[in-house]
Nanobody, 118 residues
Framework: VQLQASGGGVVQAGGSLRLSCEVS????????MGWYRQAPGQQRELVAR???????NYADSVKGRFTISKDHTKNTMYLRMNLLKPEDTGVYYC?????????????WGQGTLVTVSS
């Protein structure tokens, strides 16, 4: 399974971006998909995740500003980011987590850089 993240860029504070994560296989079978980010010198942290039933969870720092979604027809997950802040700067990674009869599997995309200037 391959994940391709895109949509990052440089934006001013208060602006918006939409990240995309295209998956090489059907996303209908993925138990949980998520977006993580890693700021310079920091550990990778969960930003948002969406389950197979479309239940969503968000980090407190992005609630009300970010929206995670997915389109099964395009095998793509999205992260709409509004009211961006400089502290949102980082490399954003998409993640796919499977639970199978043989155990758990996890896949990561290559990351896309988001830079928010003040």
């Amino acid at each position: 399974v391959q994940l391709q993240a895109s949509g990052g860029g440089v934006v001013q504070a208060g602006g918006s971006l939409r990240l995309s994560c295209e998956v090489s296989e059907s996303i209908a079978t993925i138990n949980v998909m998520g977006w993580y980010r890693q700021a310079p010198g920091q550990q990778r942290e969960l930003v948002a995740r969406i389950s197979s039933s479309r239940t969503t969870n968000y980090a407190d720092s992005v609630k009300g500003r970010f929206t995670i979604s997915k389109d099964h027809t395009k095998n793509t997950m999205y992260l709409r980011m509004n009211l961006l802040k400089p502290e949102d700067t980082g490399v954003y990674y998409c993640n796919a987590y499977y639970v199978t009869a043989l155990g758990q599997k996890e896949f990561w995309g290559q990351g896309t850089l988001v830079t928010v200037s003040s």
